[in-house]
């Protein structure tokens, strides 16, 4: 069974573009959680979602990032009109039921970095 | 402010010795984490606590709810040890966000 998988490993983009960032959780598990680990700084959530629905984007910021978790297909974290203080790296994990019972697995997460 | 506390911040042992690493938190919570964070990045979940004691071979996890404390234990450490530990919270009163602590620097020296 593989573990939960992110790609790419390490992203470069300039400023002014987008990144996409994929997270294919655990097989069987519907739960998805973002973090996001600046430089020399501590990990922090950025959302939860479930299966077509975001559960707690309370740790979103408010402009240019969004995330999706499609029916089919991996969950993605779009960061559009990157600036350099978006180069962190950004795991997701995953859980087969919901956070209050069960542990989360992590992915190996995405470098990004905005030259 | 909902904070996580942990110390130390860093920490260096020689092989064989048993390592204590605390995590303190402000407000009620509904579970606390403890994860390892390798030299790579890589992050492993190591415990899930919402009350007591869990034990994974030579790792040892304890909360105290009434003292709003939890320590990591980690008996004859090995250089393979060596890596940073993060405690995280999940507070009764903000949803499903895990708060992070900053993290524990482990080294163990042969």
């Known amino acids: 069974n593989a573990g939960v998988m992110q790609n790419p490993r390490h992203l470069v983009r300039r400023r002014g573009q987008e990144a996409r960032l994929r997270c294919s959780p655990m097989k069987g598990h519907s739960h998805v959680y973002w973090y996001r680990q600046l430089p020399e700084e501590g990990l922090k959530f950025m959302v939860y979602?479930?299966?077509?629905?975001?559960?707690?984007e309370s740790g979103m910021p408010k402009e240019r990032f969004s995330a999706e978790f499609p029916k089919e297909g991996p969950s993605i974290l779009r960061i559009q009109q990157v600036v350099r203080g978006d180069s962190a790296a950004y795991f997701c994990?995953?859980?087969?039921?919901?956070?209050?019972?069960?542990?989360?697995?992590f992915g190996p997460g995405t470098r990004l970095t905005v030259t | 402010k909902n904070e996580v506390e942990q110390s130390p911040q860093n920490l260096t042992a020689q092989e064989g010795e048993f390592i204590t690493i605390n995590c303190s938190y402000s407000v009620g919570i509904s579970a606390l984490h403890w994860l390892q964070q390798h030299p790579g990045g890589g992050i492993v979940s190591l415990f899930m606590?919402?009350?007591g004691k869990k034990k994974h071979g030579r790792l040892i996890a304890t909360i105290n709810i009434q003292e709003k404390h939890s320590s990591l234990h980690i008996t004859a450490s090995h250089p393979r040890d060596s890596a940073v530990y993060i405690c995280?919270?999940?507070?009764?009163?903000?949803?499903?966000?895990?708060?992070f602590g900053k993290g524990t620097s482990l080294l163990v020296t042969p």
């Open positions: 606590l919402s009350s």
């Open positions: 995280a919270v999940r507070y009764s009163n903000s949803g499903y966000a895990l708060n």
């Open positions: 994990a995953s859980s087969p039921v919901g956070p209050v019972t069960y542990e989360q697995y």
């Open positions: 979602l479930q299966k077509e629905n975001i559960i707690d």
